[in-house]
């Protein structure tokens, strides 16, 4: 696990500087602190920053081929490298090292790009090839590890966070409206947009090939999960195939030359992990879990049930609402603007775990896999009521309800029917990602002011849910999960653990989303993943009886800040400062007086507005830090696509 950034300039005689190479890995030196590394060649500067996991002595990056024509940095593991070696060698190739990263190489002199389809792991790289002049950018299948890529007229920048490309002195900082409003409406920034206009992400499962600096390609797909459900199978063999599923995964994540510990939240997920590598090693394991003071948020209990019937070695903090100060490393390890809450527990157990462990295993992805979501059951029984009602129904009468019936969070839950009858008269895919909006277009109308409604032009952040959605297949579960999966697991969730784990040099492994297990999953009708009301319901039968008691079935709690108590109290100072200033950066978005509303119907609980004022808070807070001076620089709306750079 690492740090990797680099630069490709147009010029072919222009070199790389040294000293900016430099600048630009000591951006992300907390991802690395074992060693840096640089290789410079023309135009082409290459970059790694080490966190030494596998060949502690011998792994040191860039890695070359035997004759140096081939040279790689490389952020990740690939856990089914012993296996490639031994097939890399026996066509004659000769290995240097130990490192799992020197297999990159010698596949690239097999199979050219295509050797991402070869690798199980978690990866982000960037590969010269000297004798072509060609420079291969790739990103893992599910978007486990990150790589952002600048474009201008001079140069190609790349990082693994966007902090390495701000660190090059001639960077455009232009913000994307479309991002702030994608960010404003999910509480993260999706796809291949980031937030700043000349930067995009390369998504999950794609590659780049620059072959002229002068031409930046689309980058390609090269694998797409597919929800093809198989029924042939028994409740007994499809629980067999999955526990075994999940047992090699588990094997393979645990391969490293530094102990291996493990996130225990006390949910179904984290447990099953921590159960299954209880039958595979024999020395007892390091279990890491944070707690809150609010003991209605609190997991801990079930933690150290789990812990207790495993004898783990369990480590367990509390956080506090002094925690708030974590805001200050929310903007700074995270680039971007990022509104998921838990990342300031999940830096919590990160910072804890790392003074103990370089490598934690996690639960992450076993929601998105197996169906474990509330949200899953809920628009299920939405969906098969719109099934018994008719489309004209849906469109000439519910419509036009859902738009005047009042957001009227003070009411009793049966009367607040205004999602409810949204969802209903929208299809399937606009209904859930409506579902997953946080702040939605009714309410982007009112907060967002009208000089920046026009910078839009109309952009729907709703299309690229809808868009995944639909990448699902036949039925409506599928539908969610592919949403999950394409969406909100890689801009959410992973990006959360990345960075978090990341900025004090803890790798994190999530064993749940192994590509063989992701795919057997996705071939599992959905039956067997939801079933009598209850979500995961295959997990539920496999590890039923080696948790304690009930654990299993217990509801889904999540890993969550009393965000909504904080911004009433410890946080109040705060969201004036940064957010209902009239002063505040932010007002060149957001009109202030709706704003100020909405902050006071929030502390008299008339409204549940907690989610969308932490948003804000949070894009207070970054345009204080990542701004271009007190009013950032907001660049026309376009497309992130292909772009042809004359010089």
């Not at 030494?52 to 140096?68: K, V, W």
């Not at 790589?147 to 660190?167: C, H, M, N, P, Q």
């Not at 510990?261 to 179904?268: D, K, P, T, V, Y």
């Not at 690229?464 to 949403?483: H, I, P, V």
């Amino acid at each position: 696990m690492c740090g990797i950034t680099g630069v490709l300039y147009t010029d072919r005689h222009r070199s790389a500087d040294r000293q900016v190479l430099k600048q630009m890995g000591d951006a992300i030196a907390r991802r690395g602190p074992d060693g840096e590394g640089f290789f410079r060649a023309n135009n082409v500067g290459l970059v790694h920053r080490r966190l030494a996991i596998i060949d502690l002595e011998g792994g040191d990056q860039p890695i070359a081929n035997e004759d140096e024509s081939l040279q790689v940095v490389f952020n990740g593991e690939i856990y089914n490298y012993p296996q490639l070696r031994q097939e890399l060698e026996s066509r004659g190739h000769q290995f240097r090292t130990n490192s799992d990263t020197e297999v990159l190489v010698h596949l690239y002199e097999e199979h050219g790009p295509e050797l991402v389809n070869r690798l199980r792991g978690m990866f982000a790289f960037a590969l010269w090839d000297a004798r072509n002049r060609h420079l291969l950018l790739a990103r893992d299948h599910l978007g486990q590890k990150p790589l952002f890529v600048y474009r201008d007229e001079e140069k190609l920048l790349f990082g693994s966070e966007l902090k390495a490309i701000l660190a090059h002195p001639n960077v455009d900082r232009s913000i994307s409206p479309a991002a702030v409003e994608d960010y404003l409406t999910f509480g993260v920034i999706p796809g291949a947009r980031s937030v700043f206009e000349r930067v995009c992400r390369l998504p999950s499962a794609h590659y780049l090939l620059i072959k002229d600096p002068t031409h930046i390609p689309e980058p390609v797909r090269y694998w797409q999960l597919e929800y093809e459900p198989q029924e042939a199978g028994s409740d007994a063999q499809w629980q067999e195939r999955i526990e075994a599923a999940i047992s090699d995964s588990v094997q393979a994540h645990l391969l490293a030359d530094v102990p291996v510990g493990a996130f225990l939240s006390g949910g179904l997920d984290s447990s099953a992990v921590v159960a299954s590598v209880s039958d595979l090693v024999s020395e007892p394991l390091q279990t890491f879990s944070i707690g809150f003071q609010e003991k209605k948020y609190s997991e801990l209990p079930y933690a150290e049930r789990v812990a207790q019937q495993f004898g783990t070695q369990h480590h367990e903090r509390i956080v506090t609402p002094d925690a708030v100060s974590d805001l200050d490393d929310l903007v700074t390890f995270y680039d971007e603007p990022f509104a998921d809450a838990s990342a300031i527990p999940t830096m919590a157990v990160a910072r804890m775990a790392s003074e103990s462990v370089k490598v934690c295993l996690s639960g992450d992805g076993g929601d998105e896999a197996f169906g474990g979501y509330a949200r899953y059951l809920h628009d299920l029984k939405e969906a098969r009521l719109r099934g018994l009602l008719p489309n004209w129904f849906r469109r000439s009468a519910l419509s036009p309800l859902a738009a005047i019936w009042p957001k009227a969070d003070w009411l009793p839950r049966p009367l607040r029917l205004k999602s409810l009858l949204q969802n209903l008269s929208l299809d399937p895919a606009a209904a859930y990602a409506n579902t997953l909006s946080a702040c939605r277009r009714g309410m982007r109308r009112q907060l967002l002011n009208g000089d920046f409604q026009r910078q839009l032009g109309g952009h729907r952040p709703e299309q690229f849910a809808e868009d995944a959605f639909q990448l699902g297949g036949r039925d409506a579960l599928s539908g969610m999960l592919s949403t999950d999966v394409n969406f909100l697991l890689p801009d959410d969730f992973l990006t959360k653990v990345d960075r978090a784990s990341m900025a004090f040099g803890l790798e994190v492994r999530p064993p749940l989303i192994d590509v063989p297990l992701m795919e057997l999953a996705a071939r599992m009708p959905s039956a067997r993943k939801v079933r009598g009301g209850s979500g995961k319901w295959i997990l539920k039968q496999i590890f039923q009886s080696r948790l304690p008691d009930r654990l299993a079935h217990r509801g889904k709690q999540g890993f969550e800040l009393p965000v909504d108590e904080w911004l009433r109290g410890p946080l109040q100072e705060q969201v004036h400062e940064f957010v209902l200033a009239p002063q505040a950066p932010i007002n060149q978005f957001v009109d202030h007086h709706f704003a100020r509303r909405v902050y006071q119907a929030h502390c008299r609980k008339t409204g549940r507005h907690g989610q969308l004022i932490w948003s804000l808070l949070v894009l207070g807070r970054w345009l204080q830090t990542y701004g271009t001076g007190p009013q950032p620089t907001v660049a026309r709306t376009r497309p992130v696509t292909a772009q042809t750079v004359s010089h």
